[in-house]
């Protein structure tokens, strides 16, 4: 099936700074991806949905300042986590959808934040 | 999309069939019931999918009842590999729609 590869897999930052997750397509374009958060023991929460060359379209409650999303190709989208602090320590997992409208996700990137 | 409800766990022996239970009874006629699975710590995997036809692939087989308000995931041959969290999650193929997930149900597969 499709690859959706996520780099890092996991980072440890301290508080107060911006990390970058990247997600890409590897074999196949990309026109939307999804970001998720996943807390301990419990379920994905969709954060946002990202269309290749426009504005991110952000879920109810979720910053769209602290959590910036940019979709500038059809194989990669980033979010970036401004400013990070504890409780943003989550396990942030992206989704990309192909031509045919199936949904292929990355292995997911751990994020602490001290 | 419509919601789904699953029991919150359940538990098999290894080499048996595991049949994981969903209700989706507000299912409309444009959406799939689709199954993902989460082993721990990593992104969700792609199991199967089907509208109203009963599906099989290498990994398991998929019951949707006639009127399509619930559906059976069947691992015909559970293993250790298998213990994880799975979805059950309707939506339209194809769309722009999202994937939400509920809770899924947490499969535990014991020797």
């Known amino acids: 099936g499709a690859v959706v590869s996520q780099h890092p897999s996991w980072v440890i930052c301290k508080s107060g700074t911006s990390v970058k997750i990247e997600c890409r397509s590897l074999d196949f374009q990309a026109t939307t991806m999804f970001w998720y958060r996943q807390f301990p023991k419990q379920s994905l929460m969709l954060m946002a949905t990202s269309n290749e060359g426009s504005k991110a379209t952000y879920e109810q409650g979720v910053e769209k300042d602290k959590f910036l999303i940019n979709h500038a190709s059809l194989t990669l989208s980033t979010l970036t986590v401004t400013s990070a602090h504890p409780e943003d320590s989550s396990f942030y997992i992206c989704?990309?959808?192909?031509?045919?409208?199936?949904?292929?996700f990355g292995e997911g990137s751990r994020l602490t934040v001290l | 999309d419509a919601k789904t409800t699953q029991p919150p766990s359940m538990d098999c022996a290894e080499g048996r069939a595991a049949n994981l239970p969903c209700n989706h009874s507000?299912?409309?006629?444009?959406?799939?019931v689709y199954w993902y699975r989460q082993i721990h710590s990593q992104g969700p995997q792609y199991i199967i999918h089907?509208?109203?036809n009963n599906e099989t692939n290498e990994m398991a087989s998929l019951i949707i009842t006639e009127d399509r308000k619930s559906s059976t995931l069947i691992l015909p041959h559970a293993t250790l590999r298998d213990t994880a969290v799975y979805y059950c999650?309707?939506?339209?193929?194809?769309?722009?729609?999202?994937?939400?997930f509920g809770k899924g149900i947490t499969l535990s597969v014991r020797p």
């Open positions: 089907g509208l109203k």
């Open positions: 999650i309707v939506r339209v193929h194809g769309a722009n729609s999202k994937l939400t």
């Open positions: 507000t299912i409309s006629g444009n959406e799939y």
């Open positions: 989704s990309a959808r192909d031509r045919n409208g199936e949904l292929f």
